[in-house]
């Protein structure tokens, strides 16, 4: 639809030098036009085959195995991740841990002890 409208308006405006570059342009276009269309029609609407049709797909290793080496003595096994924190940020951590427990302590008693006193004047 427009492309002939196109080529009916390109014809009265066009250079005539350009006019067969333009119909082979034209003419090529619209066989793509009718491939696209025609392959449009067709794949999808292909048969879907049901689930006991299909192939199984067979699970695949696609990563070579690494043997590991454990030792038998587990005394001297030591924690893989020690040594990825630096000790001093370890250290402050545990710190930070420990002052943190204790304020926990300290405010739950507290308020075990508000509840208490709050039961009491009732």
Known sequence: MYLGRAKKLSKENIVPALESSRS??????VQRLKDAVRDNDGIYHYRAPKGSELDVIVARTTVK???MAFSE??????????NLVPVKIREANDLFKDQLRQEMSTFCTGATQSV???????
Do not use: G, I, Q
């Open 116 to 122: 208490e006193a709050a039961r009491t004047r009732a």
């Open 65 to 67: 195995p690494t043997p």
């Open 73 to 82: 003595n587990s005394e001297n096994k030591s924690d893989a991740f020690d």
């Open 24 to 29: 082979k342009l034209y003419e090529m276009t």
